[in-house]
């Protein structure tokens, strides 16, 4: 039986995907297989010896130590685009709040109602005020969407659909991504140009290395004066005290964030929310079932689909006898792996192998079922990290 180990309040309909006969999932719960995770951290000692998997039940996975899971062959998976359209939908509403000052006007009619005024005397002040409350219209205006992933990708038709121009910027979009991707989206060749002909610039940036702090003092230099900033990537992606600096230019007019931070509290011209993004209930449904339904087919067939540091391996079964092997990615090493199952007498009947970076992943049916000590001689090589039977 597989335990698996949650670490945040999951969706119902994730749990029931994983059977009772076969599975034992808990908050509380000694030597796990896997763990299922939102926005929980993940500590160096959640990674015991037993642990085969991660799951993310969301896109971002800055919580989890990736770098000590490759080192200890463990596959991170995430749920890429399940949560896009709770995101797109926050997005838009944060796009129309700062260029019609929503949230403005809704405070000035529930002071007036505080006050108890006749319905003449309401009347007469809503129809004075409102023009204090006059926005501008999205339809004509120019969005820049940075990162074209699932959600991206979305937010750009979303900006197609209310008759915006759109410009869009990603330098590591996939096939898959830009397949989805309508032909009116304008691509950029660089953020900077992005950044001088957009009214409204989106993010949709995961956090790594390389666009951690990527809006910054020098990049908020680029942008077209007076423009909309609207962060519902992840929090360090934006510098937020250099963000001040552009509110107080005017650089920035307004500053829409899902990540409140003390320094900006306070400011008219900042709307923050607390980490709504992906906070629907289909969003949490979505992401719950996309993340157990891949720890249910890496844990019983060593499939790896839509993980963050392992190859995408998919191998339909030629066996009922499946051996799967972590490796690190150098020379020589898948003939060290079949050398070991010649020395156990084992035929292959069929196997896929896959690298990505330093990592390399095989999974091998073979025609009888291996003896126990063959994990333990696989583990015996050199540059192999874990191997399990399935």
Not at 301 to 323: A, D, K, M
Not at 351 to 380: G, H, T
Request: a negative charge; proline letters at 4%.
């Amino acid at each position: 039986m597989y335990k698996i180990l949650t670490l945040n309040p999951i969706s119902v309909k994730g749990l029931e995907r994983f059977s009772r006969d076969r599975y034992e999932v808990a908050s509380e719960i000694g030597h796990p297989d896997a763990i299922l995770v939102r926005s929980a951290k993940v500590t160096e000692t959640h990674l015991t010896p037993t642990l085969k998997a991660i799951a993310r039940a969301g896109a971002g996975t800055d919580n989890i130590p990736i770098p000590l899971c490759n080192d200890r062959g463990i596959p991170v998976f995430n749920a890429p685009g399940a949560n896009a359209n709770a995101v797109k939908e926050l997005v838009l509403a944060g796009m129309l709040s700062a260029s019609r000052n929503i949230l403005e006007g809704v405070a000035y009619v529930r002071d007036l109602g505080a006050k108890k005024h006749s319905p003449e005397e309401l009347h007469k002040l809503v129809e004075g005020g409102k023009k204090k409350f006059a926005g501008l219209e999205l339809r004509g205006k120019t969005l820049g969407v940075a990162g074209l992933g699932a959600i991206g990708s979305l937010v750009a038709e979303m900006g197609l659909s209310m008759g915006m121009h759109v410009l869009g910027y990603d330098p590591a979009i996939s096939v898959d991504a830009a397949w989805r991707l309508s032909s009116e989206v304008q691509r950029m060749d660089n953020l900077a140009s992005l950044l001088a002909k957009s009214d409204f610039v989106s993010l949709h940036l995961p956090l790594i290395p390389q666009t951690k702090m990527l809006i910054n003092e020098e990049s908020l230099g680029w942008v077209k004066k007076g423009a909309v900033l609207v962060n519902f990537s992840r929090d360090e992606v934006v510098d937020n005290q250099a963000a001040a600096k552009a509110l107080d230019s005017g650089r920035l007019s307004r500053f829409v964030t899902d990540f409140p931070h003390a320094s900006l509290m306070g400011r008219p011209d900042v709307m923050a929310t607390p980490h709504l993004g992906a906070s629907t209930e289909e969003a949490e449904e979505n992401c719950a079932l996309m993340a157990a339904n891949q720890l249910i087919d890496f844990l019983e067939n060593g499939n790896i689909v839509n993980s963050v540091n392992f190859p995408r391996l998919v191998l339909e079964r030629s066996s009922q006898y499946r051996i799967a092997v972590v490796n690190r990615n150098v020379a020589k090493m898948l003939g060290k792996v079949t050398n070991v199952l010649a020395d156990f007498n084992l035929n292959v009947v069929d196997m896929l192998n896959k690298s990505r970076d330093d990592i390399a992943y095989n999974l091998i049916d073979v025609e009888s079922a291996p003896p126990l000590e063959v994990i333990a001689a696989m583990e015996q090589v050199e540059g192999v990290i874990c191997a399990r039977l399935l």
